[in-house]
């Protein structure tokens, strides 16, 4: 496409979900006008218009909405402001020098060369195929997020009787949808020895519906020629292998999958950004600026979040550093990065940019557990010195753990090669 | 009265129901499945091999040299994914020399151009991801690869075009001479009166050999199961990477595919049921132990998916080609198709094909439509050729399938296509929809709307593959009124 054809923008956001619609209010608010949210979808929102439970905004509203009521916020919000949502377009390309290439129904393909450019495309949960579970390929296996879409946006049920293999929170939620739509949820079923989902899922969703959570186990074999018509569970060892005669057998029509999510990052990758093996998203840095600068990633394209607030409130930081880059405001400062240290998981950011007198404090580490533990100490520190200690009651990698670095803390790293973020029973000397 | 019926849609009777469709006469294909290429020829390794590996005088080894031949010219007037990489067989220790250097000599017999064996240095030079224990292999720059379900379904389109009927979703359940010297084949719902009939039942077409002949066969099925990997992930070999066989077995085989991808596989077990297509943990697990000696760091983390297809074996390990012996005339067949049936396939076609046409004595058409090629899909266009694209169909602006980038042009497509698609899973081998890394979780339910939309048909009909195998089960209503029948 020649240059002349392209359109100019301050920031382009690929994503109009929670995380892109946060990013561009926040943008706006910083003085960015001539910005543009683009959505493949045929209308904003994301994932949180098929969550029609409640229990969203709590932290951020103070109140507790479904996933349609919260989105619709910011969607409200968007439109106030004017900013430009396109809906049902496709972001096809992501280049290095922001060059943009979409396509859509309205007005074919588009090029756009913007300053910034915020990812915020979400993630997709993981198909039977990514854990090759043996047995048929019939119908009546739905990743859990799809079968939601079918029973809340389409109205049809995909299956009467149904077993969940995972408890990531859409497979908890599901279970309770299907059980009050008239389904049977014979067995939630997980390979972990601890679920990975929302402890209040586990007992609103499953407990209070009598449905049974089998926590180390998996199926080790689906039935059915046409139609799914049983699953076997089987316990599985330390190992995560199968014990053989333990396997329980369950006669039913659909196997919902739970098993994880994906951060869906095909541009960020053909952009040539850097990603991190272990959240499966860009590297950032406190900015949430990734390796190119001037690209920004927040929300579930970044890492898996448990909370639709937590997404929110990164993207406006996404969004403010997206309009912060454009008006020229440089963040400078000696990079340090932020490691995984004991008990960590997926630290993000994985560099803080650390500022003459810290003005940008406080900083927020998130990251997960790598299994559950009880009354241990969150413990940062920098070059081997403990700089940060914070006691938690739990911590388990169902729930994103994040913790603020205060300007104290972070004039603390001034001179740190790395800081790194641990898990430990004791709390360190200071 | 039909002139020809040909039993099986997979891609030999679909190959030679085009070949057949160049001649007047009324045909018709016959499959148990709703769709075509739904049996192996949709679940094997897609390659197009060089002709190596069948003994000299088999009709094994004619045909695939004679097919694989043909492959270019043909993929290319269908518009069928096709790419010749070349092969490797890969040789772990001297001892595996003898066996390379008589397939080579197996390659020089059967006329297979360019082979030789090349060492170590070459290999790792070629293909620097082989296991460094490598000692020697056999090169075969003429291999080949193709997509097997997008050829088959392009063949059916082109005898469709030309006047060939597909009857499909009707097993076959006896064939017989009728008192007028013609055929009678009888399906789950009609019978139908023909002059000749062709058996290319693939797993099937033993037991229809056995129906007619008194000279008997026995199938043996034989399963494979395989890994595939996302092409998102760099791929490992450009080459299809064989591992000689030895007294340990026939070893397993890493293969780029035509649209990127890389598979892994296939095993061999034989089974009793020949359509049980489950793969198991036991036949995965040796599918990734014997793929690391090809590539010792295997990486699992891109696999998308997991499948197995059936070889349809014969006892005496020849393919059985032309007429059937030992019944009554008209009858045809290509029994024992196994690998390299898929090379095999447009030699098979065409000479089956003739020799039915010579025994109908048919003239060729005079108005025989050219194969329309399948059209570049979406994801393979550049910028000005998918504006171009968009601006003959605005359908073209939306993608449905995200992973594999596939328009909602090309779905609509390929449901009015002359075999169109009438389920998911024949939307998914006609443009690829769902066949990504998510597997279908964000597309198929639009892919379903879309089949309602062009079919006419409610979403509670729509099928993931045929028969029962339905998506949904009820509204919220139904089902809610089904749990709770006293409440209103």
Known sequence: MKTENMINVDILIVGAGPAGLAAAIAAKEA?????????????????????????FGLHRFKEELTGPEYAQRDIDKAAEMGIDVRTGVTVLNVTEDKVVTAISREWGLQVFKAKAVVLAMGCRERPRGALAIPGTRCAGIYSAGTAQKFVNLEGFMPGRKCVILGSGDIGLIMARRMTLQGAKVLACVELMPYSSGLNRNIVQCLQDYNIPLYLSHTVVDIQGKERVTGVTVAKVDENRRPIPGSEIQFECDTLLLSVGLLPENELTIGAGVEMSNVTSGAVVDDCLQTSIPGIFACGNVLHVHDLVDHVSNESFKAGKAAADYVNGIVHTGREVPVKDGVG??????????????????????????????QNHYIVVKADGKAIFAQKKMICTPGEMADISLNAKALAACEEAAEIVVSIEAEKPAM | MYDAIIIGAGVIGCAVAQQLAKYSGKIAVIDRMEDVADGASKANSGIVHA?????????????????????????????????????LVLGFSEEDRPTLENLLKQAIANEV?????????????????????????LYAPTSGLVSPYEMTCALADSAAENGAEFILNNPVLEVKPTMDGNWLVITERNEYKTRAVVNCAGMGSGVIHNMISSRKVKMIARRGEYYLLDHMAEIPFTMTMFQCPTKMGKGV?????????????????????????????????????????????????????????????????????????????????????????????????????DQVAAFLKAELKTDWVKPTPVPKSFRNMTD???????????????????????????????IRRPVGARSIDAVKRRTRAGMGRC??????????????????????????????????????????????????
């Open chain 1, 31 to 55: 003085g960015i006008n001539n910005m543009i949210v683009l959505e493949r979808e045929d209308n904003a929102g994301g994932i949180l218009r098929q969550c029609i439970h409640n229990g």
């Open chain 1, 344 to 373: 960590v998981r997926g630290c993000v950011p994985q560099t803080i940019k650390l500022e003459k007198g810290a003005e940008h404090a406080p900083v927020s580490v998130m990251f997960r557990s790598d299994r559950v533990y």
């Open chain 2, 51 to 87: 002709g190596f590996d069948a003994h000299p005088g088999t009709e094994k080894a004619r045909l695939n040299v004679k097919g694989s031949k043909m492959y270019g010219k043909l993929a290319k007037e269908l518009g069928v994914p096709y790419g010749q990489p070349g092969a």
């Open chain 2, 113 to 137: 151009e360019g082979c030789r064996i090349v060492e170590r240095d070459e290999i790792l030079k070629m293909e620097p991801n082989t296991n460094p224990d490598v000692v020697c292999a």
């Open chain 2, 253 to 353: 085989l890493v293969s780029p595919t035509t649209h990127g991808n890389t598979l892994l596989g296939p095993t061999a077990d034989d089974i009793d049921n020949g359509y049980d297509v489950a793969t198991t943990r036991k036949a995965l697990d040796t599918v990734l132990e014997k793929v690391k000696l090809t590539w010792k760091n295997v990486n699992l983390r891109p696999v998308i998916t997991t499948f197995s297809g059936i070889r349809a074996h014969e006892e005496n390990g020849d393919f059985i080609i032309g007429e059937v012996e030992g019944a009554p005339a008209g009858a045809f067949e290509a029994v024992g198709v196994e690998s390299p049936g898929l090379s095999a396939a447009p030699a098979i076609g065409q000479e089956l094909g």
């Open chain 2, 384 to 414: 000005e050729e998918r504006q171009a694209a968009y601006e003959q169909d605005k359908e073209y602006g939306v993608l449905v399938c995200r992973c594999e980038q596939v328009t909602e042009a090309e779905i609509r497509a390929a």
């Open chain 2, 439 to 488: 597997q279908g979780g964000f597309c198929s339910p639009r892919v379903l709307e879309i089949l309602c939309e062009e079919l006419g048909v409610s979403p509670l009909e729509i099928t993931k593959c045929g028969g029962d195998s339905k998506l949904l089960v009820g509204t919220l209503t139904q089902i809610a009124k089904e749990a709770r029948p006293d409440e209103n």
